[in-house]
């Protein structure tokens, strides 16, 4: 069952060629709320696999027609996006566990499936997913700060004159517009003491004329 988008973690791929066992998860994941899209044969899996927005979550059969399950984990593993790959096969023996692990699957299940123990995997799958995306936001996050503190490093070419900065434009603007666009700083206008006397001597006299000189009163000595 195909639909047109693959755009969350409730979205599962199963491929599996047993129709009996392919409609058996079907029916489960439905009932925990996924959306499924199963497919009989490897190759077709792969194609599924290839669309932007596809499954994150993966149940492969290990031997079915088109390319096998362990042959499809590798193609998985080299994507660049991580998938929660779980293997499901009639293989018990413990060289064949490690050899499907080693492919690139990330969980084992025999049949025939104890569905409790296929829910409580799933689970597993569906926690993973969900703090390799929460980690993958933090670490966006973390790029986007290191480039905002980057931007207020190196050598910045200012004005002797007027003290506008150039900006990576090679637009002049005022420094304190340039600080604010790259930092959490604002600025509040004020005047020093020597730009007062220099541009508002009469002020700057009318302030000194009012202020009282500070007295302190002696302290006493011991």
Same mark, same amino acid.
């Given at each position: 069952?195909?639909?047109?988008?693959?755009?969350?973690?409730?979205?599962?791929?199963?491929?599996?060629?047993?129709?009996?066992?392919?409609?058996?998860?079907?029916?489960?994941?439905?009932? #925990?709320?996924?959306?499924?899209?199963?497919?009989?044969?490897?190759?077709?899996?792969?194609?599924?696999?290839?669309?932007?927005?596809?499954?994150?979550?993966?149940?492969?059969?290990?031997?079915?027609?088109?390319?096998?399950?362990?042959?499809?984990?590798? #193609?998985?593993?080299?994507?660049?996006?991580?998938?929660?790959?779980?293997?499901?096969?009639?293989?018990?023996?413990?060289?064949?566990?490690?050899?499907?692990?080693?492919?690139?699957?990330?969980?084992?299940?025999?049949?025939?499936?104890?569905?409790?123990?296929?829910?409580?995997?799933?689970?597993?799958?569906?926690? #993973?997913?969900?703090?390799?995306?929460?980690?993958?936001?933090?670490?966006?996050?973390?790029?986007?700060?290191?480039?905002?503190?980057?931007?207020?490093?190196?050598?910045?070419?200012?004005?002797?004159?007027?003290?506008?900065?150039?900006?990576?434009?090679?637009?002049?603007?005022?420094?304190?517009?340039?600080?604010?666009?790259?930092?959490?700083?604002?600025?509040?206008?004020?005047?020093?003491?020597?730009?007062?006397?220099?541009?508002?001597?009469?002020?700057?006299?009318?302030?000194?004329?009012?202020?009282?000189?500070?007295?302190?009163?002696?302290?006493?000595?011991?």
């Amino acid at each position: 069952m195909y639909q047109n988008s693959f755009n969350t973690l409730h979205n599962i791929l199963v491929a599996e060629d047993e129709s009996v066992t392919r409609m058996l998860f079907i029916t489960q994941l439905s009932k #925990l709320g996924f959306s499924v899209f199963a497919v009989e044969d490897g190759t077709k899996a792969w194609e599924i696999l290839q669309t932007e927005d596809a499954p994150r979550l993966v149940i492969l059969d290990w031997s079915m027609p088109g390319i096998d399950g362990p042959t499809l984990c590798g #193609l998985i593993r080299g994507q660049k996006i991580y998938r929660y790959i779980l293997m499901v096969t009639a293989r018990s023996r413990k060289e064949d566990i490690i050899s499907g692990l080693n492919a690139g699957a990330d969980d084992f299940l025999t049949k025939p499936v104890h569905i409790g123990e296929f829910h409580a995997r799933l689970r597993v799958g569906q926690r #993973l997913l969900e703090l390799e995306e929460t980690l993958g936001s933090k670490i966006n996050q973390l790029s986007a700060a290191l480039e905002h503190v980057k931007q207020l490093q190196g050598m910045l070419p200012i004005c002797m004159h007027c003290k506008r900065v150039r900006n990576d434009q090679q637009i002049w603007e005022r420094i304190e517009t340039y600080i604010e666009q790259r930092s959490d700083a604002t600025f509040s206008h004020a005047l020093c003491n020597e730009c007062l006397e220099t541009y508002y001597p009469q002020e700057a006299k009318k302030l000194s004329s009012t202020s009282e000189p500070s007295t302190q009163k002696p302290v006493p000595s011991i």
